[in-house]
């Protein structure tokens, strides 16, 4: 029984993908069955080559903060911004902004398309009662908006007006506008 999501992390420097499981089960003894068990499903059947380790298998229990701790688990399929140094991402003084590397993510996506990233097993949660259809009704006093890359911002064309007024902080103007379209 237990909660399971699927990541994929791009390793810019050594150009490879790791696709892995984030597990929330009941106790030590589960995850430890569950360890044992994927090496040894992982080991290659017809070459024998293994394509998982000991090296890269891991548990912990839930920390006092129960939320963060799913927060992590669920949290996405793939990170959009990678540290370009993994190893040494918080150790460098001349440290590397992280950058999106936009046909890794594409080929992430690609892979992990019609698969379920976040899934629970060995339960049934409780039916949720139906809900009502909403009343639909036309609007005839409405605004166009049109999204203006320029601005950041959604902007009706007639007038000019802005809908938001966000304006992004300087690092992520600077991330979006150094996307790798070279590496995947």
């Given at each position: 029984?237990?909660?399971?999501?699927?990541?994929?992390?791009?390793?810019?420097?050594?150009?490879?993908?790791?696709?892995?499981?984030?597990?929330?089960?009941?106790?030590?003894?589960?995850?430890?069955?569950?360890?044992?068990?994927?090496?040894?499903?992982?080991?290659?059947?017809?070459?024998?080559?293994?394509?998982?380790?000991?090296?890269?298998?891991?548990?912990?229990?839930?920390?006092?903060?129960?939320?963060?701790?799913?927060?992590e688990?669920?949290?996405?399929?793939s990170?959009?911004?990678?540290?370009?140094?993994?190893?040494?991402?918080?150790?460098?003084?001349?440290?590397?902004?992280?950058?999106?590397?936009?046909?890794?993510?594409?080929?992430?996506?690609?892979?992990?398309k019609?698969?379920?990233?976040?899934?629970?097993?060995?339960?049934?949660?409780?039916?949720?009662?139906?809900?009502?259809?909403?009343?639909?009704?036309?609007?005839?006093?409405?605004?166009?908006?049109?999204?203006?890359?320029?601005v950041?911002d959604w902007?009706?064309?007639?007038?000019?007006?802005?809908?938001?007024?966000?304006?992004?902080?300087?690092?992520?103007?600077?991330?979006?506008?150094?996307?790798?379209?070279?590496?995947?």
């Amino acid at each position: 029984m237990g909660i399971k999501s699927l990541e994929c992390n791009f390793n810019p420097k050594a150009q490879t993908y790791n696709p892995h499981l984030h597990l929330i089960v009941p106790d030590k003894e589960t995850a430890i069955i569950f360890i044992v068990e994927w090496q040894r499903y992982m080991k290659g059947k017809k070459t024998g080559k293994k394509y998982t380790g000991a090296w890269g298998q891991h548990y912990r229990p839930i920390k006092k903060d129960r939320v963060k701790d799913l927060i992590e688990t669920i949290k996405y399929g793939s990170k959009i911004f990678t540290e370009p140094d993994v190893k040494n991402k918080s150790k460098s003084k001349n440290k590397i902004p992280p950058t999106i590397y936009a046909n890794a993510l594409d080929n992430i996506f690609a892979a992990m398309k019609g698969k379920r990233l976040f899934d629970r097993f060995g339960f049934d949660l409780p039916k949720q009662p139906k809900k009502s259809k909403a009343n639909a009704q036309f609007l005839t006093n409405y605004k166009e908006w049109a999204y203006d890359i320029t601005v950041n911002d959604w902007m009706n064309p007639q007038t000019g007006e802005l809908l938001t007024g966000y304006v992004p902080p300087a690092q992520l103007s600077y991330l979006l506008n150094t996307i790798d379209t070279d590496l995947e």
